[in-house]
T-cell receptor, first 117, second 112 residues
């Protein structure tokens, strides 16, 4: 079964600080990887996704993530955070049916990011 | 506009009553999912359906039931057997391809 770990549950940063949120997954086969963001009172929104190719993926709002297969990791980064980045961030993994997965999206427990002015 | 509609947005029920949460999509997606979101626990999969008339249990299916009689609809019933039903429930769909999941705006269920 696939699982996802996010080790930082709460992160507080000042504006302009750099951000890195950790995400590790456990699944031996090929996976698709996602980061979602949930701003206060809003829908889950897709930040970025990795399916194949360049392991450094760029998403919306200046976010990027790097897939390191050997470490089963997909950490989220942003060089300079803004107050408006305050939100909850979720890493998720999907094992596609073609690789024997159930096409289920499994989420981590989330990281609550607070950016202070 | 295509998307997922969950209704109602807020739902209150008395303990011991079954309640059904609606999820409708007009995206022509084959797969649909129900998640439960609790603070500090992320999103946990309740049930999912890859195709009409078929569904599978997710990680926390106990106390819940679903049906998938139509492609567009995947209602979730929270039964009286669910011990902690108060939560935020999210429905999602996926076309079965790489391009990912669309989420509804959720239903917040409070059982008193």
């Amino acid at each position: 079964a696939q699982s996802v770990s996010q080790h930082n549950h709460h992160v507080i940063l000042s504006e302009a600080a750099s951000l890195e949120l950790g995400c590790n997954y456990s699944y031996g086969g090929t996976v698709n990887l996602f980061w979602y963001v949930q701003y206060p009172g809003q829908h889950l929104q897709l930040l970025l996704k990795y399916f194949s190719g360049d392991p450094l993926v760029k998403g919306i709002k200046g976010f990027e993530a790097e897939f390191i297969k050997s470490k089963f990791s997909f950490n989220l980064r942003k060089p300079s955070v803004q107050w408006s980045d305050t939100a909850e961030y979720f890493c998720a993994v999907n094992a596609p049916p073609v690789t024997g997965g159930g096409n289920k999206l499994t989420f981590g427990t989330g990281t609550q990011l607070k950016v202070e002015l | 506009d295509g998307g997922i509609t969950q209704s109602p947005k807020y739902l209150f029920r008395k303990e011991g009553q079954n309640v059904t949460l609606s999820c409708e999509q007009n995206l022509n997606h084959d797969a649909m999912y129900w998640y439960r979101q609790d603070p500090g626990q992320g999103l946990r999969l309740i049930y999912y359906s890859q195709i009409v008339n078929d569904f599978q249990k997710g990680d926390i299916a106990e106390g819940y039931s679903v049906s998938r009689e139509k492609k567009e609809s995947f209602p979730l019933t929270v039964t009286s057997a669910q011990k902690n039903p108060t939560a935020f429930y999210l429905c999602a769909s996926n076309p079965g391809q790489e391009n990912g999941y669309t989420f509804g705006s959720g239903t917040r269920l409070t059982v008193v």
